[in-house]
């Protein structure tokens, strides 16, 4: 299957600043991807859809302000955490979707202190 | 009634039975079916795909599909301890509309 990366695979940061997160499809052009979060033991919850070029889709409830995404190229999609909050500790994974299917980068452990 | 449903579980099984896991969803206009397994801490895997009626068999899993009752499996066979995680179905309705069950949390037991 197709090859997702994320960078960093894990961050802690302190309250107040800011996180980017990087999301890459490593052997496919990907038209499409996909932002997630899920707390423990929880589902995956799709947060936003970032198509290259044009300005990411937001699920309801998602600060757009707060969640800023960026997909500037075929390859590569970026999502920052703003102000961060200890309430926005979570696992967040992205994913990239080749055709019909969808693969999944290994995701980003947040923590906020 | 949501899109994908899912049996929670967990469901446990002993090491060597066949593990059965369904699901069920709402879109009747859904194409595109998908099983991702996802271990504890880490993110879904892509598992089985499959498009059209009937089963598809690769290695120990076996997808079942069956579009006029809106129902799709998935079927492990030998299961092993290493297959204990929990198993997301996914659906795409239409080109990148892809939604998630909660998954089912399954456990073999040595």
């Known amino acids: 299957g197709a090859v997702v990366s994320q960078h960093p695979s894990w961050v802690i940061c302190k309250s107040g600043t800011s996180v980017k997160i990087e999301c890459r499809s490593l052997d496919f052009q990907a038209t499409t991807m996909f932002w997630y979060r899920q707390f423990p033991k929880q589902s995956l919850m799709l947060m936003a859809t970032s198509n290259e070029g044009s300005k990411a889709t937001y699920e309801q409830g998602v600060e757009k302000d707060k969640f800023l995404i960026n997909h500037a190229s075929l390859t590569l999609s970026t999502l920052t955490v703003t102000s961060a909050h200890p309430e926005d500790s979570s696992f967040y994974i992205c994913?990239?979707?080749?055709?019909?299917?969808?693969?999944f980068g290994p995701g980003t452990r947040l923590t906020v202190l | 009634q949501k899109e994908v449903e899912q049996n929670s579980g967990p469901l446990s099984v002993p090491e060597g039975a066949i593990a059965s896991l369904n699901c069920t969803y709402s879109?009747?206009?859904?194409?595109?079916f998908f099983w991702y397994r996802q271990y504890s801490g880490k993110s879904p895997e892509l598992i089985m795909s499959?498009?059209?009626?009937g089963d598809k068999e690769d290695g120990r899993f076996t997808a079942q599909l069956n579009k006029a009752s809106q129902y799709v499996s998935l079927l492990i066979r030998d299961s092993q301890p290493s297959d204990s995680a929990t198993y997301l179905c996914?659906?795409?309705?239409?080109?990148?509309?892809?939604?998630f069950g909660a998954g089912t949390r399954l456990t073999v037991k040595p």
């Open positions: 994913s990239a979707s080749e055709g019909a299917e969808q693969f």
């Open positions: 499959i498009y059209s009626n």
């Open positions: 879109d009747r206009v859904s194409q595109s």
């Open positions: 996914a659906v795409n309705a239409a080109h990148n509309d892809m939604r």
